[in-house]
């Protein structure tokens, strides 16, 4: 079956512009997260959603940086007024059961590369 | 603040004898941790993982022993094959309330190069 999907896989901008970007996490999988991944760095959490509730965002950088997944399945990373320091490798995670008092396998994406110029 | 550290950015082993990859952590609160591997272009791979109330857990080629004391993990490959070089990421998390198993916080990874 497929796994998980994320467009584009390349986004080159100008410093100031937003950007949104897109997960569409294998099909039935309920979790969904979002990880930035730096050049020689291990992924980093940014937030998660079980179905279309958000249960942490601790990993927001800013407030420049928002994520929804309104109907508990694709989910957008948005970042406004983009700066140089945002670039990075930005990866969607999904899992099949419910995250939380529990380990649920997270399956990623091939990730977007994102660069601000 | 990395709680999670691979302090070995590479690694190169023969094929056939074995890879050894080591993982850090700093925060005592986590207990399960897991090794992932990354070819290039594609996301990251569960490979394998361990709760804190065991010390080894073993899937196939593939074991991970853990030293709570020490706050240490490692990733032993017997014996190692061509196809194992790839980017092997360690992650830790733990369970505060209910939440935060969704959160993996993660090495730097290290490279295994496998030589034929």
């Known amino acids: 079956g497929a796994g998980v999907s994320q467009s584009p896989r390349y986004k080159v901008t100008k410093r100031g512009q937003d950007v949104a970007l897109r997960c569409d996490p294998i099909s039935g999988h309920v979790s969904l997260y979002w990880y930035r991944q730096a050049l020689g760095q291990g992924p980093e959490f940014l937030t998660y959603f079980n179905y279309e509730a958000q249960q942490d965002k601790s990993g927001l950088p800013n407030d420049r940086f928002s994520a929804e997944r309104p109907e508990g399945s694709i989910s957008t990373l948005t970042i406004q007024r983009t700066e140089q320091r945002d670039s990075a490798m930005y990866r969607c995670?999904?899992?099949?059961?419910?995250?939380?008092?529990?380990?649920?396998?997270?399956?990623f994406g091939p990730g977007t590369r994102l660069l601000v110029l | 603040d990395q709680q999670v550290k691979q302090n070995s950015p590479s690694l190169s082993v023969q094929e056939g004898r074995i890879s050894i990859l080591n993982c850090d952590y700093t925060n005592s609160m986590f207990d399960y941790f897991l090794w992932y591997k990354k070819y290039p272009a594609e996301g990251p791979t569960f490979l394998i993982s361990?709760?804190?109330?065991?010390d080894k857990n073993e899937d196939g080629r593939f074991t991970v022993f853990l030293n709570k004391s020490a706050k240490h993990l490692s990733l032993h490959i017997v014996p190692s094959q061509p196809g194992d070089s790839a980017v092997y990421f360690c992650?830790?998390?733990?369970?505060?309330?209910?939440?935060?198993?969704?959160?993996?916080?993660f090495g730097q990874g290290t490279i295994l190069t496998v030589h034929p």
């Open positions: 361990i709760s804190s109330i065991k």
């Open positions: 992650a830790a998390t733990y369970n505060a309330g209910g939440t935060s198993y969704g959160k993996l916080t």
């Open positions: 995670a999904s899992s099949l059961g419910v995250a939380g008092g529990y380990q649920e396998t997270q399956y």
